[in-house]
């Protein structure tokens, strides 16, 4: 049966919808950087989910693809996350998506190294004859954060965040969200499918203590 990171690291995928601590480790992501307005028809968010997925489904499948990977197992793609930042604020306001800063991600799995993706990048390029050169392999160590299951639509999530806020406080920690620790999400429904109040998405915000 493939590996499946929802399943096997459910403190980090799916929480419960009440907010909660956690030290989130060390992680390898296939990323692609951008900005603007995400529900953007044509825009560079859809494009960055396009080559995200292209070099996922090209490492998945490299053992059809004449490239051996030390330690290479079967395993599950990873959700969708995002990392996401508006000049000059803390939080995130929806009302203006087209000021976000966002790191769209994919999680790779530890076996997978730089030159494994850098393979990767190439041979994606080839087959599919699209450019690839935005995409980086990225090394991220979140630690602290508190994080909540949201259930809805993603303009509803300034109540679920509140609530986070206000456990973190009670708990006796203080929001540490700056240029390198940013607003995270975890997508684990499809937007195009699922209806937007069935909608499910991690909201993970670092924290610490003051």
């Given at each position: 049966m493939a590996f499946d990171f929802k399943k096997e690291y459910k403190e980090f995928y799916l929480p419960k919808d009440k907010p909660a601590v956690v030290t989130v480790p060390r992680m390898n992501y296939i990323a692609v950087r951008g900005q603007g307005d995400p529900n953007e028809e044509g825009g560079a968010y859809k494009l960055a989910i396009e080559l995200l997925?292209?070099?996922?489904?090209?490492?998945?499948?490299?053992k059809k693809g004449g490239?051996?990977?030390?330690?290479?197992?079967?395993?599950?793609?990873?959700?969708?996350?995002?990392?996401?930042?508006?000049?000059?604020?803390?939080?995130?306001?929806?009302?203006?998506?087209?000021?976000?800063?966002?790191?769209?991600?994919?999680?790779?799995?530890?076996?997978?190294?730089?030159?494994?993706?850098?393979?990767?990048?190439?041979e994606a390029t080839a087959k599919k004859k699209a450019d690839f050169s935005g995409v980086e392999f990225l090394t991220c160590e979140e630690g602290l954060c508190v994080q909540c299951m949201h259930i809805g639509p993603f303009d509803d999530e300034p109540a679920t965040v509140e609530k986070m806020h206000k456990y973190m406080t009670c708990e006796g920690y203080v929001l540490d969200i700056n240029n390198e620790r940013l607003h995270h999400e975890i997508y684990l429904s499809d937007a195009r499918k699922t209806p937007s109040e069935k909608l499910r998405t991690v909201i993970r915000h670092p924290i610490r203590r003051p």
């Open positions: 997925y292209g070099v996922a489904y090209t490492i998945k499948m490299s490239r051996a990977m030390e330690g290479y197992f079967d395993y599950v793609i990873p959700p969708l996350e995002g990392f996401w930042q508006q000049d000059g604020a803390e939080s995130v306001d929806y009302a203006h998506k087209e000021r976000f800063r966002w790191i769209s991600v994919i999680r790779l799995p530890d076996f997978v190294t730089k030159e494994d993706f850098d393979w990767a990048i190439r």
